[in-house]
Every structure is written in structure tokens, then in C-alpha cells.
């Protein structure tokens, strides 16, 4: 049962050091404040940097031809490696591989027209694959298929730039038709953000619409993958670069001939990157919390010492060393749980308010904090009070009521 009296009891010596009370709270409180705000931030700096891969497949590979620096065969080193769409065919077969596509570069930009606007942009042919693997941050519509590629569609994926050039943002652009080289074209789609590109004034239609109309070469500027659950690039790799080398005459171990990014690994180095932060932030504020607490626990011996003669006339006239040891403990908890939720309160309320006004960059957005991470705080105050208010509250118990009545 609740026991109002002691309640009472506890609430009018904290009053009686109303100063000493508010500066060992305040510990507390700044404590347990610092613990909620750095893993919320924390939070937040994980979510801005993962985001960066957000527009494509974190377990996708990007293969660009390089230049080689090895002789092979009576070839001299420094000639250039020009991937090709029979590469894609060959890698497709390799075990492991899941999705797989081409991405070319027109090697001009060329003059888009809608009305009167005219504006000139670049034109990327990609496969239908790499909706699954260069994830367009889609502001509308959809992107291509493998309709659209198998019949060479005329349609494209135009980035929010192009649809404010051409049409001034007047109009909703899916379904509207732009001339590309003179050439008409649906949009099917609007994107606003791509991967590797600040502002999105790209063009994207189907690969073989592109080889049909712009370009009717062989060649490409990169291969984009995704590896299959249950296999690694490590795995694949080997073979993948040999079936390469072999094809276009370079030696497999020249590590400039091809320019491999496996955006797994990345994900993983970053990953272990915020690992290592959240650690960080979590030692410095449990730190700073159990800072606090020992300055409850300091001032808890001190309101002892000052309560000997009390406790000592306490035991007198009868109260047990549990009831004693319990007024202490609760003293304690009172302090460390009010001044925690202050804190926690304060916390939230700071990450809330960076939420509101819309602080984001590239690195840092949407900071936030979990239910079990506020209630582990709690409960990790609650033991640290505890521990915290023991040593003061077994020194209670231990004073002799004859030496107690002694003191001054």
C-alpha cells in the first residue's frame, strides 16, 4: 500500500535543502537529458548516412570498364576496357547472380522539346532489371519494364528537373509526350532523386529503345548486379573477373582493368562505423548519468551524517534498522526517478522539436528515439538510484542509538 505519511515525511526533508536537492537532481537530470539526446542524434546520424544508399540495392555490385596497367600477351598496358552487352548475357549464368542489366551513356546530351520550352539533358538507356537494383526515388508513376524494353518502347523516366525546364511545372507530366531528338516519347515516369547525382535532370529510357534509335553500338558504361540470397560477391568475383579478363584480354589480377564498387561492403563498414558511434554515445551518457548518481549518493551520505542524531532517537524508540534503510532508499529514488523524467522529458522534447523544424542533411535526418531505449533508461536510472542510495542508507542502519544521542 501506498504510505502517504512516509511520502510525506521524505517530501519535507527534501524541502528543508531545497539547494542541495535541486544541484543533485539537476545531475541527474542532465544526465539522463545527455543519454536521450546522443542516442536520439545518434539515431538520427544513422538514419541520414544509411540514406545515402536508399536509391539502390545494398547488396548490388557496379562493374565499369577501366584501364589496364599490365602487359598481357604481347599487349601493352593502358588500353581502355569497354564492357559490352554480351558481358551481361555471359555473367547472368555465373551462380549467384539475381538481377542484372546495362547502363549506357549517350555520349551527347540532346535537345528535349515539350511546346516551346526546349532544354538539353543527358539520356541514359537502362535495363528493365535495374528497377530492382537502382532504386529511383519516384516522385510519380513508374519505371521501366520488361515490356518496355522487349518492344523497345518509346517511354521515358524524366527527373524533376527536365518537367521544370519543359513545362514550367504546369502540368502533371506522366503520360505527356517530349520529343528527344525530335523524336516523341511518353514520360512514364518522375523521379527526384537518383543515385551519384546532385539534381535530377536525367533522362532514362529502355536499353534496347536507346540502341534502336541513339546508339546502335554494342557497347555500355556499366553493369549492375544484386547477388542472390546466400552468396557474397567475394564468392562470385573470382570467376566473374576471369570470364571478363578472358573476354577482353586482360590479365584477371590487374586491378585497374575494371572498376568494381560492391555496395555490400560499404553497407558494412558503415554499418560497423555506427555500431562503433552508438557505443561511443551510449558510454558517454551512461557516464554522465552515473555521474549524476554519485553525486545523489554524495549527498545522501552527507544528509545522513547531519540525520545521526535523528535516526539514532528513531531506533530508540523502537523503528527497525529496514524501515530506516528504506526511508533512505526511497529518498534516493525520489530524487533520481522525479529529476530523471525531468530529464527524459527534456530529452524527447529536444529531439521532437529538431524533428518539427526539419533539421536534415545528407547525413543527419529524422532523429528519434525507441520505447525500449526510454524504458532501459528508466530502468537503468532506477537500479543506479538504488545503488546509489545503499551505501548511505547502510550507514543509517548501522548508527548505535547511545553514540547517536552523543552527537551533535
Not at 137 to 165: C, F, P, Y
Not at 277 to 283: A, K, P, Q, S
Request: hydrophobic letters at 45%; glycine letters at 10%.
Amino acid at each position: 500500500m501506498f504510505d502517504f505519511d512516509r511520502w510525506a515525511e521524505i517530501g519535507q526533508s527534501l524541502k528543508q535543502h531545497k539547494l542541495r536537492t535541486a544541484l543533485t537532481a539537476f545531475g541527474v537530470s542532465w544526465g539522463i537529458f545527455m543519454l536521450i539526446l546522443l542516442l536520439g542524434m545518434g539515431k538520427g546520424l544513422e538514419r541520414g548516412t544509411m540514406a545515402l544508399y536508399q536509391d539502390t540495392a545494398t547488396n548490388s555490385v557496379w562493374i565499369n570498364g577501366g584501364k589496364t596497367s599490365q602487359d598481357y600477351k604481347g599487349l601493352t598496358p593502358g588500353r581502355l576496357v569497354n564492357l559490352d552487352i554480351e558481358d551481361i548475357a555471359m555473367l547472368a549464368r555465373l551462380p549467384g547472380i539475381d538481377l542484372i542489366g546495362p547502363t549506357k551513356l549517350v555520349n551527347k546530351a540532346y535537345n528535349m522539346q515539350y511546346g516551346q520550352n526546349i532544354g538539353s539533358f543527358q539520356i541514359y538507356g537502362i535495363g528493365a532489371a535495374n528497377a530492382g537494383i537502382q532504386k529511383l526515388s519516384l516522385q510519380g508513376g513508374r519505371q521501366i519494364n520488361e515490356l518496355d524494353e522487349r518492344e523497345s518502347r518509346k517511354v521515358a523516366v524524366v527527373g524533376t528537373r527536365v518537367v521544370e525546364v519543359l513545362m514550367k511545372n504546369r502540368i502533371d507530366p506522366l503520360g505527356s509526350s517530349i520529343l528527344v531528338g525530335g523524336i516523341p516519347f511518353t514520360v512514364i515516369g518522375v523521379y527526384k532523386k537518383a543515385l551519384e547525382e546532385q539534381s535530377p535532370n536525367r533522362v532514362y529510357i529502355p536499353y534496347a529503345t536507346l540502341r534502336n534509335v541513339f546508339d546502335s553500338s554494342p557497347y555500355i558504361n556499366q553493369i549492375a548486379l544484386t547477388i542472390a540470397p546466400g552468396h557474397t560477391w567475394a564468392s562470385i568475383r573470382p570467376e566473374a573477373v576471369k570470364l571478363l579478363a578472358q573476354r577482353h584480354r586482360f590479365d584477371a589480377q590487374d586491378s585497374a582493368a575494371l572498376e568494381i564498387y560492391d555496395i555490400s561492403a560499404e553497407v558494412k563498414k558503415l554499418q560497423s562505423l555506427m555500431t562503433g558511434i552508438r557505443l561511443f554515445m551510449v558510454i558517454v551518457g551512461v557516464g554522465t548519468l552515473l555521474a549524476g548518481c554519485v553525486g545523489v549518493s554524495n549527498t545522501m551520505l552527507v544528509t545522513v551524517k547531519e540525520r545521526t542524531r535523528e535516526f539514532g532517537i528513531r531506533k530508540a524508540i523502537g523503528a527497525s534498522p529496514s524501515s530506516i534503510l528504506f526511508m533512505v532508499l526511497h529518498e534516493t529514488l525520489a530524487i533520481t526517478l522525479v529529476a530523471g523524467y525531468l530529464g527524459l522529458l527534456a530529452g524527447v522534447g529536444v529531439i521532437e522539436l529538431v524533428r518539427g523544424v526539419g533539421i536534415e542533411s545528407d547525413y543527419f535526418r529524422d532523429p528519434q528515439i525507441d520505447l525500449p531505449i526510454a524504458l532501459g533508461a528508466i530502468a537503468v536510472l532506477s537500479v543506479a538510484g538504488l545503488i546509489a542510495g545503499y551505501l548511505p542508507a547502510r550507514q543509517a542502519v548501522r548508527i548505535s542509538p547511545i553514540e547517536a544521542l552523543r552527537h551533535e
